[in-house]
Each structure stands twice: as C-alpha cells, then as structure tokens.
C-alpha cells in the first residue's frame, strides 16, 4: 500500500511564504516523478508543479515567478516553497507521485490534501 504524507499547510497572510512537504511510502514503491497539484472551491484541480528524478521540472505559470520545487528520488520526497502567495492561492494542495515511462503515466498515487488559506 502507498501512502502520501503531506505536511506544511495552513493560514498565511497575503505576501507571506510557506513550505510544503510530501513523503512517498511503500513496499517495492517506484516512481520517477512527484509534485504538487490544487483545487480550489468550484474549481479543477490544476498542477502547480512537478520534478522528475532527473531533475526535470514543471511549474505552473501563475506560480512559476515565486515558487521553487525540490525532490529527493532516493527518499521519496518533495518539497515545494511557494513565496509572495496571493490570496487566489487559496486551495487544498495534494502531493502527486507517479511512474512515468515515454510521457505516459504508468501508474499514480495522490495525498489527501493539505489546506492552504491564503488572507488578504
């Protein structure tokens, strides 16, 4: 059984930082990407960003400016530090883990989310 445990959400004031962090756990777990997706109330759930084991990462454009994701491929784990947050940042954040072979997702694993409230 794979288990996402995500850590760091909360309340924080419009400009302020925050730090999100995800462990992948699991018997014979292999993945080679991770990242962070949102959803917002009455809203899609939409990437925010990724990395694969290579380094390779992808951010979304409204957070590309001020964030910076980080991951450990020998731990499982990612971080994403998310800075100058905006009140539109507001959203349940779901930590993502996946194997992914020639762009085609082989098989995934989703967190339960963390709340991150973002006041003006």
């Known amino acids: 059984q794979v288990q996402l445990v995500e850590s760091g959400g909360g309340l924080v004031q419009a400009g302020g930082s925050l730090r999100l962090s995800c462990v992948a756990s699991?018997?014979?777990?292999?993945?080679?990407?991770m990242g962070w997706y949102r959803q917002a109330p009455g809203k899609q759930r939409e990437l925010v960003a990724t990395?694969?084991?290579?380094?390779?990462?992808n951010y979304a454009d409204s957070v590309k400016d001020r964030s910076t994701i980080s991951g450990d491929n020998r731990k499982n784990t990612v971080s994403l530090q998310m800075n100058s947050l905006k009140p539109e940042d507001t959203a349940v954040y779901y930590c993502?883990?996946?194997?992914?072979?020639?762009?085609?997702?082989?098989?995934?694993?989703w967190g339960q989310g963390t709340q991150v409230t973002v006041s003006s």
């Open positions: 993502y883990a996946a194997r992914r072979l020639a762009g085609t997702t082989i098989y995934d694993f």
């Open positions: 990395i694969t084991d290579e380094g390779n990462t």
């Open positions: 699991g018997n014979n777990l292999v993945i080679n990407a």
